[in-house]
């Protein structure tokens, strides 16, 4: 018998699918017609002062008559080499590094307590949550007479020989020279510390218990079956899976350390030596009071761009994460 020779199929290439492109309905335009005027007053009011800044820090503008000459990194550099500056940036970075690392700890402790369905938990959630209900400048105020060296807190040390100078101490802790400062931890910045940790760490706690509150229980029970400990499942599965809450809370007591200014300005001001001044309370007075309007500019992108490393990355990264 004749064998009969099956050719074989030709492969067809794939055909990319055509994406229709919507119409826009009477819908869309009437969406658009309602957003537009917030969009365009975001991008005058938020993106275009941001770009009027920038523009002015790079001028001459340096007294109460306009400059608008050009004067390049001038104003940066004065800054950088600045001794005012230059403690700033420490007291900054020592206060965002404190004031996060606390406030995540007492977070979820606090978060883990709450979660044990202890007697009385909606009263302690309202005292921790109520102080997120004050403003920076009411908290600076309270915390002020607190930690007054003549009165406050000390009233109830010195029976015990303890006589603290909470704000007004200048001493520089681990201290070591670094440019035209003494680099380490400032002393008086801890009270700073203390009565931010007090406002802040309820939002924290709010993150936590939610977090708690989202993880079944099936998953602590398998872990006890598995002969872990309590302080093993909390280590080793309960505060990994809290991890995503952990960065947005890092991030959004980063943001708000960075830019500090109402309870700096309302409980110690710039301090003794500026041991308690940050960017933005010498931004204010640099360009409210002193009439330096490029040297202001500048100290403000300068805030800006330290608020930006921290929130562009989590932005793209969340970006990325939900697409």
């Known amino acids: 018998m004749e064998t009969v020779k099956i050719a ?31 969009v365009a007053l975001i991008f ?58 606390v406030v995540i700890v007492l977070g979820q402790l606090l978060a883990i307590l709450l979660d044990q369905k202890l007697r009385g938990e909606s009263l302690f959630r309202n005292i921790f949550f109520f102080p997120m209900a004050l403003s920076f400048v009411v908290t600076g105020v309270v915390w002020q007479w607190l930690f007054n060296p003549s009165t406050g807190v000390n009233l109830f040390l010195k029976p015990f020989g303890l006589d603290s100078k909470w704000y007004t101490d200048t001493t520089i802790a681990a201290g070591f020279h670094w440019g035209k400062i ?30 708690l509150r989202a993880i079944p229980d099936e998953v602590r029970e398998a872990a006890r079956m598995d002969g872990a400990t309590e302080f093993q499942l909390y280590w080793k599965i309960i505060l990994p899976l809290l991890r995503p809450i952990t960065v947005s809370v890092i991030i959004i007591m980063a943001h708000i350390s960075l830019k500090i200014f109402d309870l700096i300005y309302a409980m110690t001001g710039p301090g003794a030596n500026f041991v308690t001044d940050v960017p933005g ?5 640099t360009t409210f009071r002193g009439n330096y ?16 490393i921290f929130i562009v990355p989590y932005l793209i990264s969340s970006r990325k994460g939900g697409s």
Not at 79 to 99: E, G, K, W
Not at 281 to 285: K, L, P, R, S
Not at 298 to 307: E, T, Y
């Open 293 to 308: 309007y490029a040297n202001g500019a500048a100290i403000a992108i300068v805030m800006l761009l330290s608020v930006a």
């Open 182 to 211: 003494e680099f380490g931890i400032p002393v008086a910045m801890i009270a700073v510390v203390v009565a931010a940790v007090w406002q802040m760490t309820g939002f924290a706690v709010a993150m936590y218990l939610a977090g």
């Open 281 to 285: 309370v010498y931004m204010f007075e």
């Open 44 to 101: 005058l009011f938020v993106y275009g002062f941001i770009g009027w800044t920038g523009y002015v820090s790079v001028s001459n503008w340096n007294s109460l008559v306009p400059d608008w000459s050009f004067a390049g990194l001038k104003n940066y550099q004065y800054l950088f080499q600045d001794f005012r500056f230059q403690a700033d940036l420490r007291n900054t970075l020592v206060f965002t590094v404190l004031f996060i690392a």
């Open 8 to 38: 074989p199929a030709k492969e067809t290439a794939a055909v990319p699918a055509v994406r229709k492109k919507r119409k826009w309905t009477a819908d869309h335009w009437l969406a658009a017609a309602f957003l537009a005027p917030s």
